[in-house]
């Protein structure tokens, strides 16, 4: 069975820096595309960056945000700098079969829990 948990999100201050860790096991990691997706309140959830072959990121978020993976701890990351009011959301790593990546939520069959980021102005 594919687990997948989120950790890292908390209450930061408009500019500052938190760093999301999504934990999985259940599944050959490193063959895997991960990805991370974020949701606001009476928003759909929505792509934000993805790992495999390659690395991809929503535009709102490129040159503030970093996802990175240690596929011998089975972890993919998500660096996330500057961040802005807007980015209030509860972010959620999920990870598909194969390494090609995409940003359309029903390509990925598993999901975490989530973790919920708060950014103040």
């Known amino acids: 069975q594919v687990q997948l948990v989120e950790s890292g999100g908390g209450l930061v201050q408009a500019g500052g820096s938190l760093r999301l860790s999504c934990a999985a096991s259940?599944?050959?990691?490193?063959?895997?595309?991960m990805a991370w997706f974020r949701q606001a309140p009476g928003k759909e959830r929505e792509f934000v960056a993805a790992s495999g072959s390659s690395t991809y990121y929503r535009d709102s978020v490129k040159g503030r945000f970093t996802i990175s993976r240690d596929n011998a701890k089975n972890t993919v990351y998500l660096q996330m700098n500057s961040l802005k009011p807007e980015d209030t959301a509860h972010y959620y790593c999920?990870?598909?079969?194969?390494?090609?990546?995409?940003?359309?939520?029903?390509?990925?069959?598993?999901w975490g829990q989530g973790t919920q980021v708060t950014v103040s102005s």
């Open positions: 259940g599944r050959t990691f490193s063959s895997s595309a």
């Open positions: 999920a990870v598909r079969p194969g390494r090609t990546w995409t940003t359309r939520r029903d390509d990925y069959d598993y």
